[in-house]
């Protein structure tokens, strides 16, 4: 077991900043690709953006490229998602998530992920 626990989510207005972030217990997450996933109500998890194992490559969704950024502090055992330039869109439930199996290739899929955090709200308001 990975717990993962987010925190950071709030309430800001369109155009403004916000940072996550998803910090284990107990346990390392330098062995783990990372991700973050994002839920509205009636609708499926969401990928965000995720980081390798080793913090060089990251994925984001073309809707996020360019305004998001993931990072990871492996001393930390903790992942960010940076968000600029929010938009009403944006908001939802953020989780962060671990996999363990290096060999996927593109880890933008929930599946690909072992363990959950519980989720972080986020809105922006227009």
């Known amino acids: 077991q990975v717990p993962l626990v987010e925190s950071g989510g709030g309430l800001v207005q369109a155009g403004g900043s916000l940072r996550v972030s998803c910090a284990a217990s107990?346990?390392?997450?330098?062995?783990?690709?990372m991700g973050w996933f994002r839920q509205v109500p009636g609708k499926g998890r969401e990928f965000v953006a995720a980081?390798?194992?080793?913090?060089?490559?990251?994925y984001y969704a073309d809707s996020v490229k360019g305004r998001f950024t993931i990072s990871r502090d492996n001393a930390k055992k903790t992942v960010y998602l940076q968000m600029n330039g929010l938009k009403p869109e944006d908001t939802a439930v953020y989780y962060c998530?671990?996999?363990?199996?290096?060999?996927?290739?593109?880890?933008?899929?929930?599946?690909?992920?072992?363990?959950w955090g519980q989720g972080t709200q986020v809105t922006v308001s227009s």
């Open positions: 998530a671990a996999c363990a199996n290096r060999g996927v290739a593109r880890p933008t899929a929930t599946g690909d992920y072992d363990y």
């Open positions: 107990g346990r390392t997450l330098s062995t783990y690709t």
């Open positions: 980081i390798k194992w080793s913090g060089i490559t990251t």
